[in-house]
């Protein structure tokens, strides 16, 4: 049973914009705190923005300023708006629910390349 889903990634410019979505099942979207962490190459998985307990979002530093979090209670998903996209971006994103399990969606490639 897939629960959790990520699509939008692809090959961008450096500089350029690219948003991710993750569908969830509407218990995981209810009752679980969501986020988004990445893997590239070689390293370790690494948290990106994550929604905390009392609707605070945490960002990894490296994305401050750049990355936008968000979600849609609607449509049971969530994005990662990213802008200003850097070559050190490229990594595996993945979608994450938790803390039961935790619940890992798929991933999403995303390269940043000229």
């Known amino acids: 049973q897939v ?28 009752s679980y705190l969501m986020g988004w962490y990445r893997q590239a190459p070689g390293n370790q998985r690494e948290l990106v923005a994550t929604f905390n307990n009392g609707g605070t979002i945490n960002y990894a530093d490296s994305v401050k300023g750049r990355f936008t979090i968000s979600r849609d209670s609607a449509k ?35 390269t940043v390349s000229s």
């Not at 629960?3 to 209810?30: D, M, W």
């Open 76 to 110: 049971n998903t969530m994005y990662l708006h990213m802008n200003s996209l850097k070559p050190e971006d490229t990594a595996v994103y993945y979608c994450y629910a938790g803390p039961w399990g935790p619940i890992w969606g798929q991933g999403t490639q995303v």
């Open 3 to 30: 629960q959790l889903v990520e699509s939008g990634g692809g090959l961008v410019q450096p500089g350029g914009s690219l948003r991710l979505s993750c569908v969830a099942s509407g218990s995981i979207f209810r």
